[in-house]
Structures are given as structure tokens and as C-alpha cells.
């Protein structure tokens, strides 16, 4: 595996992770307590969140640079 790709797939994961925890965390403050979360849509919509990060992140990352 080159360097570059290596380099994209930490920066595309690092982003995947952040966007996913983001995406879980916006969530919860739709219910008043934390029993009354569902779970499923949080994790759900946190997982597609995920995903279209990847997905987003073929169209570039501005951490890897083109000449790396």
C-alpha cells in the first residue's frame, strides 16, 4: 500500500469518526432524558453520517495534499 493512499484512508477515517461522533451527539438533546434517547435513530443517523463522510471524502481531503 503507497503512502498516499495510507495517508488518505487515516485522514478519511479520523474525519469519519469526528462526523460520526458529531452527528450522535447532535442527537440526544432531542429528548429530555437520557432513557427517553432512542438509540436506534441515534446510532442510525450517526452510522449514514459516517458513511457520507467517506463517501464525501472521494472528492478530496484538504489534509492530504496532492504531491504527498
Known amino acids: 500500500m503507497s503512502e498516499k493512499t495510507k495517508s488518505w484512508l487515516k485522514a478519511a477515517a479520523v ?3 469526528k462526523t460520526t461522533a ?3 451527539v447532535a442527537m440526544l438533546p ?3 432524558t437520557i432513557a ?3 438509540w436506534k435513530v ?3 443517523t450517526a452510522a449514514l453520517a ?3 463522510s ?3 471524502s472521494f472528492a478530496g481531503l484538504p489534509e492530504v495534499k496532492e504531491g504527498e
Do not use: E, F, K, P
Request: glycine share 10%; hydrophobic share 65%.
Open 30 to 32: 432531542a429528548s429530555a
Open 54 to 56: 467517506v463517501l464525501t
Open 36 to 38: 427517553a434517547v432512542d
Open 15 to 17: 474525519r469519519a469518526v
Open 42 to 44: 441515534v446510532v442510525g
Open 50 to 52: 459516517g458513511i457520507a
Open 22 to 24: 458529531q452527528a450522535a
